[in-house]
Structure formats: structure tokens, C-alpha cells
């Protein structure tokens, strides 16, 4: 399975914005859809957003569409997060994850995801 590491994460304020990286080790990075995905104490891990293995689509939760990017450069396996106009309620630790599944969404099944990083919006 891919091994995921993400970084980037740390404190801002409201409006702010911030970028999440993702680093793939792997052979077959390339054939995974990659999604990010985020955690709350006491909640359900939330669905964000996903990217297709080529980059040619992508899916966004209602919550952070338009504010939301996620891109990937697949020479480096590299995924990111692009961050903006951060609220207060985006606060939560941001995951990373990989699937094999053609169709994006929250109901994909993730293979593999990472350890978290903290993303802290003040207001």
C-alpha cells in the first residue's frame, strides 16, 4: 500500500489561508485517486474533497467548495490542499487518503491515509 505523510498544517486566522502537502511513497502512486479528509474530537471523520489519478477531476464537499483546491504533481507524489478563506470551523486534523475508485466522493474506499496534521483557525 502507498505510504502517506502530510505536512503544512499549523495556526491562522479567519480569512487566512494555508497549504497541505501529502508525500506518497510508492511505485504505484499514480494509479490511486487521492482525497483529503478531516477529523474533529468526538466526530466522524468528514469527507473534504478528492482528485482523480490523473488530476483531470476533482469533488468538494459542499463545506469548502470554492475555498478548497487540491492539486497533484504525480513526477514528485506530491498531493496538496489549498486552503482559502479559512473559518473557524475548518479547525480539525486533515488526513490524506488514497482509493482505487473511479468515482470521487464521500463514499470512496480509502486504501490508505496518513498520519494528520493540525489545522487551527482563530477567529
Known amino acids: 500500500q502507498v505510504q502517506l505523510v502530510e505536512s503544512g498544517g499549523g495556526l491562522v486566522q479567519a480569512g487566512g489561508s494555508l497549504r497541505l502537502s501529502c508525500a506518497a511513497s510508492?511505485?504505484?502512486?499514480?494509479?490511486?485517486?487521492m482525497g483529503w479528509l478531516r477529523q474533529v474530537p468526538g466526530k466522524e471523520r468528514e469527507f473534504v474533497g478528492a482528485?482523480?489519478?490523473?488530476?483531470?477531476?476533482?469533488y468538494y464537499a459542499d463545506s469548502v467548495k470554492g475555498r478548497f483546491t487540491i492539486s497533484r504533481d504525480n513526477a514528485k507524489n506530491l498531493v496538496f490542499l489549498q486552503m482559502n478563506s479559512l473559518k473557524p470551523e475548518d479547525t480539525a486534523v486533515y488526513y490524506c487518503a488514497a482509493a482505487m475508485d473511479y468515482t470521487l466522493g464521500p463514499r470512496m474506499s480509502w486504501t490508505s491515509w496518513g498520519q494528520g496534521t493540525q489545522v487551527t483557525v482563530s477567529s
Open positions: 510508492g511505485r504505484t502512486f499514480r494509479s490511486y485517486s
Open positions: 482528485i482523480s489519478w490523473s488530476g483531470g477531476r476533482t
